[in-house]
């Protein structure tokens, strides 16, 4: 059986990424946690995660609500919430090559996963 390869993405020099985190951290260089804590860091705690987005919306969701437990109710932020936050902006100076694990056909056969273990809030699928 021939192994199936993740195909690449490429994220292109020039673009601009955003990243949500507390004003505690202001002055300081972005953390790239190897806490273990969150869905995608390093069960081996070798490699540093930071999370970055596209747009707002998304680096809001990644640094702020996930946290929440979603079943409690709708997503709010108080303003204190966001009075303690920043909005660092991240220049990507070279071209990124990232592997695109959610390719058509690659969850399943390539990292035995499904949409639902990516989706679900027990780190130990993702």
Not at 73 to 81: K, V
Request: some cysteine; glycine content about 8%; aromatic content about 8%.
């Amino acid at each position: 059986m021939a192994r199936l390869e993740i195909p690449a993405s490429t994220v292109a020099a020039g673009t601009v990424l955003q990243h949500v985190s507390r004003l505690t951290y202001r002055g300081t260089p972005p953390y790239f946690s190897k806490d273990k804590k969150c869905r995608y860091d390093d069960p081996l705690k070798v490699f540093g995660i930071l999370y970055l987005g596209f747009d707002l919306n998304t680096s809001v969701m990644e640094s702020v609500f996930h946290e929440h437990q979603w079943s409690r109710g709708a997503r709010t932020i108080s303003t204190i919430q966001v009075a303690q936050r920043m909005v660092r902006i991240i220049g990507v100076k070279d071209d990124l090559r990232l592997a695109h694990i959610t390719a058509d056909g690659i969850m399943a056969p390539v990292l035995g996963l499904n949409l639902s273990q990516l989706l679900s809030r027990r780190y130990g699928h993702t």
